[in-house]
């Protein structure tokens, strides 16, 4: 994975919005009146949906986003706006259309099965009035933007004209657009730079029936014709993503678990988006949607994958390289933030690490059965220097830091140049501080901001300083 530290494309979303409401609860009885579930409802929430969806997982990758569409005047337009706001987006461009309702799909969710859905929401083109004033904000604005992504849900805001008239527009821009497709009829979407349709949907576009590798290169490489685009695609749910532009290509999936592939298709088209925007070809940006999508299947609802999510995805997927695992101050602090939403239990210990033994590894992965997440401060060449002489380090603070970052047991390294990690403890937060054992009856520094303190009993005999002496002796 190339480097994705402060990248942030400027990215615009135009689709149907909607709200995705979900009413949780659990089911123990069948009701009296008629043989269904009884649900009794213990929570309710409600998030973005549709091209909402898309927007909400192309924030939680740190884009900044514009969003375009068209609600009604109604109490959930109302409710749609709030949860838009709540994203911080750069420019939000909702034209309101008198009598439409705003789409709204509630799930009730029973002991984390999905029971039922019904939906509130108008489904006919949006008028001619308002595709204007829409393509006349994106014509002002158009120069701005890395990418477009079109979301149609078939709810009439992506009509075919107006459609027609955005690719139109981007491609003298010389803007991508990338469109999760709707429908039989994929030719309001000539000239895209991308389409995402699943297999279902491919199949039903092209008229092929896609059974083998044989059915997929004729299905795939006629909509990479028919529609004119320079990357054709196709999803193939568990067996990965295909794309075509002069070759075939398939990338198998590295989903581990799957509990729901609601909104799948929304990160799809977001990791997409977001990748080619900041530089990766199109093989890479695929491999970055895989992981994504790996990410959101294994939850519950529509959900969403963050930058550090995916990378430790990758990471227990063996497939990330150590240098991803060792982060700044600035983004331990956040990255500790996430990790503390999601439940995740932290370690923190810290230390020069120098010369790696067994020692080391052993006090390493105690510390780490402790909690969830082992982060570990690591003391810059600087600061060795000055704890233990102009000899020390033996190995440089980089070197020191990957061979750290490749354990197992470790999950993220940040190297810090004070006398002491305070700063870094005080950034991170940790549940747990470690240290060892040979702090028995002593102030440990940081313990006033830990939840706890454990302390961890070294191996005798094993030190680096031990291990150098051996060396200049000889043995």
Known sequence: MINLKDKQPHILVIGDLMIDHY??????????????????????????GGAGNVVHNLSALGANIDVMSV????????????????????????????????????????????????????????????????????????????????????????TTTFTENIIALANKADVK????????????????????????????????????????????SMLHKTCQLCVSLITLSEDGIAIYDDTLRVFPTVAREVYDVTGAGDTVLASLGF??????DIDNAVKFANLAAGVVVGKIGSA?????????????????????HIKTLDEVTLLSKELKK??????????????????????????????????VGLNSDE????????????????????????????????????????TLIKAVQPHILVKGGDYEGKEVIGQDIADELRLVQFIDGKSTTKTIEKIKKGQ
């Open 177 to 220: 657009v990338l469109v999760d497709p709707k429908g039989t009829d994929y030719s309001k979407y000539r000239g895209a730079y991308l389409l995402t349709p699943n297999k279902k949907e491919a199949m039903v576009a092209s008229g092929i029936s896609i059974n083998d590798t044989k059915s997929l290169q004729q299905a795939i």
């Open 71 to 158: 609600v009604g005047d109604d109490k959930n337009a109302q409710e749609l706006r709030t949860l838009l706001q709540a994203l911080s987006l750069k420019n939000t461009y909702l034209y309101t259309q008198t009598g439409r309702h705003t789409s709204k799909k509630s799930r009730i969710i029973a002991s984390q099965q999905q029971v039922v859905r019904y939906d509130k929401e108008s489904t006919e083109d949006i008028p001619p009035d308002i595709q204007k004033k829409m393509l006349d904000t994106l014509a002002h604005t158009i120069n701005t933007y890395d990418s477009i992504l079109l979301s149609d849900y078939g709810k009439g805001v992506l």
């Open 383 to 422: 600061s060795v220097r000055r704890l233990k002489g102009d000899s020390r380090p033996v190995n440089t603070e980089d070197d020191r830091a990957y061979i750290l970052a490749s354990l197992e047991a470790v999950d993220y390294v940040v190297k810090f140049n004070d006398d002491t990690p305070y």
């Open 275 to 280: 990748s080619l925007s900041v530089g990766y």
């Open 23 to 48: 009413l949780w609860g659990s089911c123990e009885r069948i009701s009296p009146e008629a043989p269904v579930q009884v649900v009794t409802i213990e929570k309710e929430t409600s998030i973005l």
């Open 304 to 324: 969403t994958a963050t930058l550090n999510e995916i990378i430790e995805y990758e990471s227990i997927l063996n497939k990330s390289t150590s240098d991803s």
């Open 342 to 375: 999601r439940g995740k239990r932290i370690v923190f210990t810290n230390g020069c690490f120098d010369i790696l033994h067994i020692g080391h590894v052993k006090y390493l992965e105690e510390a780490k059965s402790y909690g969830d997440v082992l982060i």
